[in-house]
């Protein structure tokens, strides 16, 4: 159960009995501080469940074309998942992963440009893994042949990036 940070406890109800008469037995933080997981239990029926609040700030993404739309986190899992495919990354290095690009997209407004999704991307999985680093970057700059390919591996060895140049898009 998901509910928004500050609703009312006679908003939430029983899952398995319906009522309302309802006591909070836990609470910690969660998700690395952005929710707030309780623990309840109905005091009509007994059974305990779990809820969390997480605050709703909306990030918008600005796509290359000049539209917006909302940041969708599955989304961005999806391409790293993608990209590190069949490569030795744990799922819980794809968590932090994922937690870690969305940190940084938060603080840097509300409203962040795809281009800056696929910078910080490229940036840590140069770092995780050069496999996933190059199939991201054949998609995320649109390679169209194996020079593209070959400037960016030459951009890996060079242990400061001096050689990075970003794609003209």
């Known amino acids: ?5 500050g609703s009312s406890l006679r908003e939430v109800h029983c899952p398995f009995c319906g009522s309302g008469d309802i006591r909070v037995v836990d609470s910690r933080p969660a998700e690395h501080g952005r929710a707030i997981r309780r623990r309840r239990e109905c005091e009509s029926c007994g059974d305990r469940f779990t809820t969390y609040e997480r605050i709703e700030s909306l990030l918008i993404v600005r796509k290359r074309s000049g539209r917006a739309e909302p940041f969708r986190t599955d989304k961005l899992r999806r391409g790293l998942e993608s990209a590190l495919a069949d490569r030795p990354v744990g799922t819980g290095t ?8 969305e940190s940084e997209l938060r603080a ?20 995780l893994d050069e496999v996933a680093y190059l199939r991201f970057a054949s998609v995320y700059k649109e390679f169209t042949g194996a ?23």
């Not at 794809?94 to 690009?101: A, E, F, G, K, P």
């Open 1 to 5: 159960m998901i509910l928004p940070i």
């Open 94 to 101: 794809l968590d932090d992963l994922v937690d870690t690009i």
């Open 108 to 127: 840097i407004g509300t409203v962040v440009s795809s281009d800056e999704i696929g910078k910080q991307v490229l940036e840590r999985l140069r770092d």
């Open 147 to 169: 020079q593209d390919f070959e400037r960016e591996m030459a951009a890996l060895e060079d242990p400061e990036g001096l050689g990075h140049q970003e794609s003209e898009a």
